[in-house]
């Protein structure tokens, strides 16, 4: 029998490669672990930041679309799991019906979720605060990366992983997701209803500033209409730099033992 695939999916300013120590570890748990780029990705961090128009001015759809199609091409249904945006475009996967399982780890707000703490505004507010650069590729600075990322992480480690992973990313998703609830057909809309999907995972920081923990207490109510498993996991003190940072483990052996809840794991 097959090893089950998995699917990870990184989010914004993030490169794929920063997954890599995930995909050693659930590759000796017996999974099937890949981390595709987005779309205008380069293989290397150092590619990426060489070619930053590449990036630019993707859309929440085209990057589902993206993924749906890597997912399309598998023989297994795979786990999805995706940290940030990539968790948001984890939560549209699974709501399409695509995925034996999906986990969305400090998952960008989909349609619907209300609450904006202003720590979430202070974080998104160096993109926001400029409507052109909707069409630009946009990089953090090391600030915006410690407030953002790396609240919970002594300098050393947040200059550390500045350094190792982050990359010029699109925008356009931040746009789109900040106005969803002002939009009737918005890309941030998710499929909240559907019982027919696989089980899925909420993981949340409690100290998390771009995603705060309220953001996805949110997200967990609007799945109360689903009889499908949804379920929500909370690190209290930990920021949204949980899945690259000194802990990444403990949200791994997390994500490992509920997966083997699920039925998906040897």
């Given at each position: 029998?097959?090893?089950?695939?998995?699917?990870?999916?990184?989010?914004?300013?993030?490169?794929?490669?920063?997954?890599?120590?995930?995909?050693?570890?659930?590759?000796?748990?017996?999974?099937?672990?890949?981390?595709?780029?987005?779309?205008?990705?380069?293989?290397?961090?150092?590619?990426?930041?060489?070619?930053?128009?590449?990036?630019?001015d993707?859309?929440?759809?085209?990057?589902?679309?993206?993924?749906?199609?890597?997912?399309?091409?598998?023989?297994?249904?795979?786990?999805?799991?995706?940290?940030?945006?990539?968790?948001l475009?984890?939560?549209?996967?699974?709501?399409?019906?695509?995925?034996?399982?999906?986990?969305?780890?400090?998952?960008?707000?989909?349609?619907?979720v209300?609450p904006?703490?202003?720590?979430?505004?202070?974080?998104?507010?160096?993109?926001?605060?400029?409507?052109?650069?909707?069409?630009?590729?946009?990089?953090?600075?090391?600030?915006?990366?410690?407030?953002?990322?790396?609240?919970?992480?002594?300098?050393?480690?947040?200059?550390?992983?500045?350094?190792?992973?982050?990359?010029?990313?699109?925008?356009?998703?931040?746009?789109?997701?900040?106005?969803?609830?002002?939009?009737?057909?918005?890309?941030?809309?998710?499929?909240?209803?559907?019982?027919?999907?696989?089980?899925?995972?909420?993981?949340?920081?409690?100290?998390?500033?771009?995603?705060?923990?309220?953001?996805?207490?949110?997200?967990?109510?609007?799945?109360?209409?689903?009889?499908?498993?949804?379920?929500?996991?909370?690190?209290?003190?930990?920021?949204?730099?949980?899945?690259?940072?000194?802990?990444?483990?403990?949200?791994?052996?997390?994500?490992?033992?509920w997966?083997?809840?699920?039925?998906?794991?040897?």
């Open positions: 029998m097959a090893n089950q695939p998995v699917l990870f999916i990184h989010g914004l300013w993030l490169h794929a490669s920063s997954w890599q120590p995930w995909i050693d570890l659930f590759t000796a748990e017996g999974y099937a672990p890949v981390a595709p780029l987005w779309p205008g990705e380069r293989d290397t961090v150092a590619a990426t930041r060489e070619h930053p128009d590449d990036v630019a993707k859309g929440i759809d085209e990057v589902t679309k993206h993924f749906a199609g890597i997912i399309e091409a598998m023989d297994v249904p795979p786990v999805i799991i995706g940290h940030s945006f990539g968790g475009i984890t939560e549209k996967l699974i709501g399409e019906g695509y995925g034996n399982a999906g986990v969305a780890i400090d998952p960008a707000q989909i349609k619907g209300l904006l703490p202003f720590r979430q505004l202070r974080s998104s507010f160096p993109v926001l605060s400029n409507p052109a650069n909707i069409h630009k590729p946009i990089s953090l600075t090391r600030d915006q990366f410690a407030y953002g990322f790396a609240n919970q992480l002594p300098e050393e480690e947040a200059t550390e992983l500045y350094d190792r992973w982050t990359v010029p990313s699109t925008v356009r998703p931040i746009f789109q997701a900040a106005a969803a609830n002002f939009r009737m057909h918005s890309e941030a809309a998710v499929d909240t209803k559907n019982e027919d999907r696989g089980p899925l995972l909420l993981i949340a920081g409690g100290e998390d500033n771009t995603v705060p923990e309220v953001t996805t207490d949110a997200t967990l109510k609007q799945y109360r209409d689903s009889n499908a498993v949804t379920e929500l996991i909370t690190f209290r003190d930990r920021g949204h730099s949980l899945v690259i940072d000194h802990g990444w483990r403990d949200v791994a052996t997390e994500v490992l033992v997966l083997q809840q699920q039925g998906l794991g040897d």
